[in-house]
């Protein structure tokens, strides 16, 4: 058994369902003076030290003085799978060039295409493992990653596998550009549907598209994922980046499990979402490394919609890894609660990743995924803007 002992705090989202809307989303259960009991990959007990049971047999102790003990993060939206980087577009972006402007000027997600083709099996598993390990560093213990800068079959496969390798849970972004050797959206689709998503549905559990003027409309997107639907693979969208064009309506009438950025969305969009089964994922740090508008979260919360919160982490729109700093942007700029910021990328996001009952929360069988914080409130998580707030990890039981 593996014991956190005298934690200044636990802070987990109270009781047992997800995803968590309205004022529900901010419900943080905080135990002071706190352990974590873990037995295995699962945790056994959680709650205050005068409640400890008494325990016999081996033990590891660890002592939490002066320490806070959140789950383990869940970021359920990350483009990990690519090599190289985007550096001079960053520094040309910096002088005014725009993101679209450099997207279509073929530079943007086609020049991560290049290095990412020309990377190799081996080169692409390297770049995987070690921005999984940069998201270690900041608490993530589940991810998601998405392919999307291969757009040959083999590439897809390779990011796909290599994801699934370092433990992350793939989705395949088959729809993210149309690469330079097809003339249009529709002979890339056939392509990607007839000759990719046959391989790429065996390693992947879910498909996404970006759903933008310059890459796919909604006709393109929903012959792709009703494509991916009859496969079997759960759906996600990038929608509303920079233009509602339909991608919450479509979500909604395919029974999406995500739709994602919406920086772009309006009232009537917010309404929609709020009524659906579909969970609003917040991504500020994209918004912020764009300067584009932030998300309605705060009015998608009111509204009653389901809402997570993910980094993005890519190398062209957010080269960032750290969900504590999503979460210090989700409460100094999008308006929510440290608790609610909590909630979105741990429960809510397990819900987008179909995880919700095993990962999350800190309490008795979710899987013993904790994130240990060098700081005796647990609301430094969102507070202390990019500090080294994270300590270190507990992964399916086991010190990381
Ligand atoms: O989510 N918008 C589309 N895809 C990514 C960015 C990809 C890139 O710029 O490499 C995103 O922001
Ligand atoms: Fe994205």
Redesign the pocket.
């Known amino acids: 058994m593996l014991l956190i002992r005298d934690l200044a705090q636990v802070a987990t989202p109270a009781g047992r369902a997800a995803p968590l809307r309205g004022g529900d989303l901010g419900a943080v259960e905080v135990f002071e003076d706190a352990f974590v009991l873990c037995a295995g990959d699962t945790i056994d007990a959680a709650g205050r030290m005068r409640d400890l049971p008494a325990l016999d047999g081996d033990v590891v102790e660890i002592d939490g003085r002066g320490r806070c003990a959140i789950p383990g993060l869940v970021d359920c939206?990350t483009?990990a799978a690519?090599a190289g980087d985007?550096a001079d577009e960053f520094a040309l972006r910096a002088a005014g060039a725009s993101?679209e402007e450099l997207?279509a000027a073929g530079g943007?997600?086609l020049s991560?295409v290049r290095a990412t083709r020309a990377a190799g099996d081996e080169g692409l598993r390297d770049a995987v493992e070690r921005h999984r390990g940069w998201m270690r560093a900041h608490g993530t213990t589940t991810f998601e990653a998405k392919s999307?800068?291969g757009l040959d079959r083999e590439t897809e496969v390779e990011s796909l596998v290599a994801v699934r390798d370092a433990g992350g849970i793939p989705t395949w972004?088959g729809a993210?550009?149309v690469p330079p050797e097809f003339p249009d959206a529709d002979a890339y689709l056939d392509f990607a549907i007839f000759e990719v998503l046959p391989r790429a549905s065996q390693i992947a559990e879910m498909a996404d598209v970006?759903v933008?003027r310059g890459?796919f409309d909604v006709a393109h997107a929903r012959r792709y994922l009703e494509a991916c639907k009859g496969a079997g693979l759960e759906l996600r969208l990038?929608g509303d980046?920079f233009t509602e064009i339909g991608a919450i309506p479509l979500a909604i009438e395919l029974g999406a499990r995500s739709v994602?950025?919406l920086e772009a969305t309006g009232d009537l969009g917010v309404r929609a979402l709020a009524d659906s089964d579909v969970t609003g994922v917040v991504?500020p740090a994209?918004a912020l490394f764009?300067g584009r508008p932030m998300p309605p979260a705060r009015a998608l919360v009111d509204a009653g919609a389901a809402v997570a919160l993910a980094t993005?982490f890519?190398?062209?729109?957010?080269f960032c890894e750290s969900l504590p700093l999503c979460c210090s942007l989700a409460a100094t700029q999008l308006k929510l609660s440290p608790a609610e910021a909590l909630s979105a990328c741990t429960v809510n996001a397990a819900h987008v990743l179909g995880r919700a009952g095993r990962i999350g929360r800190i309490a008795p069988g979710y899987r013993a995924d904790i994130a240990l914080l060098d700081a005796d409130d647990w609301r430094y998580l969102a507070y202390h803007l990019a500090g080294n707030v994270v300590e270190r990890v507990v992964i399916g039981g086991e010190l990381r």
């Open positions: 939206h483009h690519f985007r993101y997207h943007g997600i991560t999307g800068y972004l993210h550009a970006f933008e890459a990038h980046q994602d950025h991504l994209s764009l993005d890519n190398p062209g729109s957010a």
